[in-house]
């Protein structure tokens, strides 16, 4: 049964940095694309950024140049560097696994794990 676990997250105030962590089971890992998503309160859950197996990288707008995904398949984990944290960035981040290349749309990912709460401070 696949299964997707994230960790890292918690409360920081705007400028810091955190690290996500997303662990892997049940899947082929070094096969898929991974993403990161994230929803605000009130708002659609929206993409943030993907890896491909290959190790093509996607990021929304709103995050390019601040955070940097990566994996690890000898560990089957996807990570989310996030530096120069700003109050925006508050939501629930939840790391997913495609078979999709170049997967930026949720449809596109049909595993999820549990998500991490990210808080950002003024």
């Known amino acids: 049964q696949a299964q997707l676990v994230e960790s890292g997250g918690g409360l920081v105030q705007a400028g810091d940095s955190l690290r996500l962590s997303c662990a892997a089971s049940?899947?082929?890992?070094?096969?898929?694309?991974m993403g990161w998503f994230r929803q605000a309160p009130g708002k659609e859950r929206e993409f943030v950024a993907s890896?491909?197996?290959?190790?093509?990288?996607r990021y929304a707008d709103s995050v390019r140049d601040r955070f940097t995904i990566s994996r690890n398949n000898a560990k089957n984990t996807v990570y989310l560097q996030m530096n120069s944290l700003k109050p925006e960035d508050t939501a629930v981040y939840y790391c997913?696994?495609?078979?999709?290349?170049?997967?930026?749309?949720?449809?596109?990912?049909?595993?999820w794990g549990q998500g991490t709460q990210v808080t950002v401070s003024n």
């Open positions: 890896l491909s197996r290959s190790y093509f990288e």
């Open positions: 997913a696994a495609s078979n999709q290349p170049l997967s930026i749309q949720r449809r596109e990912y049909d595993t």
């Open positions: 049940g899947v082929s890992f070094s096969s898929v694309t």
